[in-house]
């Protein structure tokens, strides 16, 4: 112990000496406990070479006592700084209130914790670690005041530099245009950015990580696990979320990436114990997906009305060849009974028929040629849903512009159909475009076209209904003929149209009807099995 220190101690405590003064006593009650075992000099050693810089001083903060540490910490020896304020430490930027507060608790005879900036001998600053106690005398009196403090700059450092990152990691994903989010293994969010906020607003689907997470695994299935276990991460999973409250359909693209951070509980201190956590970011790809479905219509638009033209002439040809052939039938039966007669009186009018017979069977032939090949269309997995959802689009504007209110209700996991998606594009237009055009004649008030899909176990349900003048029960299974149409004026496909929807049914095995129950317009129900079955001629 150096003398100076203690001899400066012993000389300004009102003690009579150091037998009887604030240290033995210290060590007094501090031996009395222990039994007697350790010495006044071990006590003493021990104080001096504890590594926290300790210094005592009196109730005005004048320096009695400091130990070794404190030299080290501070640059101040003893001989320096003895005799001297505390003060001497104050960097000056510790704000005044703090000092207020220091001396309000120990003047209350409470012990002070806290941090100060200090500058050290040689003019460097450092950052202490405070705790200040009263020393109460017999009388309960403040007699000394008993100082320990640490240099903590380098655990501040590195304090602070951990909040910069976190503040620099922060900023960076909030300036990112995606949606960031970090999940941890229990799927809860632990850290978010500004896009993924407003998405929890936007969507109105509650956690919208826990919502894309489910999206994800079910997508995925085995694949997850596997990637997770791997720490591989995923790329471009798309998914549609239905608007909220009648908006558009929104279109959003998932990517994750898996990482693990060491455990940081108190339980992990011995076992290296880690966790995994998931980044996962959602991008809004509505406006690429609008522009290239725009763009698909388009192509749609230009394919159907191509098809349609073709199929209208192919239509419009065989309803004649099938209107000659009745007049022909009789022509024939009639030359049959002149022929059957066998008097020569007749044998003009035989030559007659004949001729026109021949002609007839020519005109026939030559329709027949003209009759435009239909391009073959292969079988493949059809989304209905994404099939009438495009038929909407193409009928958009006619809907739109006669006010037709539309309630568009796809069951959310419709299964997939073996099927040509070119039939049935056709198919499901024809019977909107029906619909339209019924809705358009229609003097009630109310307009509206609902069209919804479901499923079971077998089939896949398609309805379509409207609030137009619908058909009458006596006519309803006519309308399936040839040529039959309940409109006044017809047209270049008069009667035409179902029997094609009837014929795309059939080729997909399916069944459409009208439904009877239905009272406030027209609706048909179309059925269709859900496994692949042979086809029958699909073109
Ligand atoms: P000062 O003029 O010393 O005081 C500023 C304000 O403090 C005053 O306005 C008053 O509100 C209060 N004050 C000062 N002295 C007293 C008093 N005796 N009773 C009641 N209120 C008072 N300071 C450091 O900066 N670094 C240290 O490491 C440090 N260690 C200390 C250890 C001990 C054991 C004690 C008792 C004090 C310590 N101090 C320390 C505080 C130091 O004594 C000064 O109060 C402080 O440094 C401010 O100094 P100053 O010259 O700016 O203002």
Not at 406 to 422: D, F, M, R, T
């Amino acid at each position: 112990m150096k003398k100076t220190s203690l001899q400066f101690l012993q000389a300004h405590t009102n003690l009579a000496n150091v037998t009887n003064g604030l240290v033995p006593n210290l060590f007094a009650k501090t031996n009395q406990m222990n039994g007697g075992k350790i010495t006044y000099d071990l006590f003493v050693e021990t104080v001096e070479q504890v590594p926290i810089a300790i210094s005592i001083t009196d109730k005005k903060a004048k320096i009695l006592y400091v130990n070794e540490e404190f030299s080290r910490v501070t640059g101040y020896q003893p001989e320096d700084i003895l005799g001297t304020n505390e003060s001497v430490l104050s960097d000056k930027r510790t704000p005044k209130e703090v000092y207020y507060d220091l001396w309000h608790t120990i003047s209350s005879k409470k012990v002070w914790r806290g941090t100060l900036c200090n500058r050290h001998k040689f003019g460097h600053r450092y950052i202490a670690d405070l705790t200040i106690a009263p020393m109460l005398d017999e009388q309960g009196m403040i007699s000394y005041y008993i100082g320990m403090h640490r240099d903590i700059t380098l655990e501040h450092e590195a304090d602070k530099k951990a909040v910069n990152q976190k503040l620099l990691i922060e900023s960076v994903i909030n300036s990112s245009p995606m949606a960031m989010v970090v999940i941890d293994d229990q799927d809860k969010v632990i850290l978010d950015n500004h896009n993924y906020k407003a998405l929890v607003s936007d969507l109105d689907k509650g956690e919208p990580a826990t919502y894309f997470l489910h999206k994800l695994r079910d997508e995925m299935g085995g694949l997850w696990t596997q990637l997770q276990s791997k720490e591989q991460g995923f790329n471009h999973r798309e998914f549609r979320v239905e608007g909220k409250g009648g908006r558009r359909a929104r279109w959003f693209s998932c990517a994750g990436n898996w990482f693990k951070e060491n455990e940081v509980h108190v339980d992990a201190f011995f076992e290296h114990a880690t966790k995994q956590y998931l980044i996962l970011t959602i991008t809004d790809i509505t406006r690429q997906r609008r522009q290239m479905e725009e763009r698909h219509i388009q192509t749609l638009k230009t394919i159907m009305a191509e098809d349609e033209r073709v199929r209208s002439i192919r239509e419009t040809l065989l309803g004649a060849i099938h209107q000659i052939q009745m007049p022909m039938n009789q022509i024939r039966a009639a030359e049959q009974i002149l022929k059957h007669k066998g008097d020569g009186q007749n044998a003009g009018l035989l030559q007659i028929l004949q001729q026109i017979q021949q002609s007839g069977e020519e005109a026939i032939a030559t329709m027949q040629k003209c009759i435009p090949e239909i391009v073959q269309t292969t079988l493949i997995s059809v989304n209905l849903n994404q099939i009438l959802h495009e038929v909407l689009l193409l009928n958009d504007q006619r809907l739109w512009s006669q006010g037709i209110d539309v309630q568009w209700q796809p069951q959310a996991q419709l299964p997939a159909l073996p099927g040509s998606e070119n039939r049935l594009r056709i198919l499901f237009k024809q019977l909107i475009d029906n619909a339209i055009d019924a809705l358009s004649a229609s003097e009630t008030g109310e307009q509206r076209l609902k069209i919804s899909t479901d499923a079971d176990d077998e089939l896949i349900y398609v309805c379509i209904e409207d609030t137009g003048p619908g058909i009458p029960v006596e006519k309803r299974s006519k309308v399936f003929e040839p040529f039959y149409t309940t409109r006044p004026t017809g047209g270049s496909q008069a009667g035409m149209g179902l029997v094609m929807a009837k014929e795309i049914v059939n080729q997909h095995h399916g069944f459409i009807d009208i439904d009877p129950s239905y009272d406030l317009g027209c609706r048909f129900k179309i059925s269709f099995p859900r496994y692949r079955q042979e086809p029958r001629g699909v073109a």
